[in-house]
């Protein structure tokens, strides 16, 4: 179990750290590997940076938390091992990953240390009890596509979704969006993705 939050004695942490507070909190970004992904990681953690900026230049803001930033890599397994590097070193809470195989194996990890996560994935699959998702789910998105759609009068649709976890979770949330509101679906495919070659 991780020191309380405020606990002077925190371990010292890897990682570029943000702030002074006494509570710990873990960033886990995609920094390397997939030059997509890294992009993306390095805009969250230039945001992430900037935030805490603002907080230590404000002096009406409380400056309660220092935030650690640490590469998962585009894998699994390196979510993994930078959720229990952030464990080890009394991180009180998790933010990140960024995506869903990322955010379960991060979330497995934080749990078994009773540390909550709040991840940044769009899949409603990869939340689970200490897991939670900061972002816009499918269902949430299907659905105000689709009322949209009905207002302008559209009443049958059509959809095409990929063979995947993520896919399979857009098609149902399409198929309950028609028949809450009451549309008519008249056709729904799959697909297989293409795969990247091997670099």
Do not use: C, W
């Not at 933010?95 to 379960?104: C, D, H, I, K, Y």
């Not at 909550?116 to 200490?130: D, E, H, L, T």
């Not at 198929?175 to 729904?188: F, K, P």
């Amino acid at each position: 179990m991780p020191p309380a939050a405020g606990d002077a004695q925190l371990p010292a942490a890897s990682g570029q750290s943000f702030g002074s507070g006494p509570v710990r909190v873990a960033l886990l970004l995609p920094l390397s590997g997939d030059p997509a992904l890294a992009t993306v990681g390095t805009s969250m953690a230039n945001g992430a940076r900037l935030a805490i900026g603002y907080i230590e230049s404000n002096a009406t803001l409380d400056d309660n938390i220092t935030l650690v930033i640490k590469d998962t890599g585009p894998t699994a397994a390196g979510a993994s091992q930078a959720a229990s590097q952030a464990v080890q070193e009394g991180a009180s809470l998790i933010l990140g990953p960024l995506r869903a195989e990322q955010v379960t194996a991060a979330g497995a990890v934080a749990r078994a240390a009773g540390i909550p996560v709040i991840g940044f994935s769009n899949n409603s699959g990869a939340a689970s009890p200490g897991v939670y998702l900061l972002n816009v789910l499918p269902e949430t998105e299907v659905r105000r596509s689709m009322g949209h759609a009905k207002g302008q009068g559209r009443r049958a649709f059509a959809g095409v979704f990929p063979t995947t976890d993520f896919g399979r979770i857009q098609e149902g949330a399409f198929r309950q969006a028609a028949a809450d509101l009451g549309l008519n679906v008249r056709r729904s495919t799959i697909f297989r993705p293409k795969r990247k070659p091997a670099p």
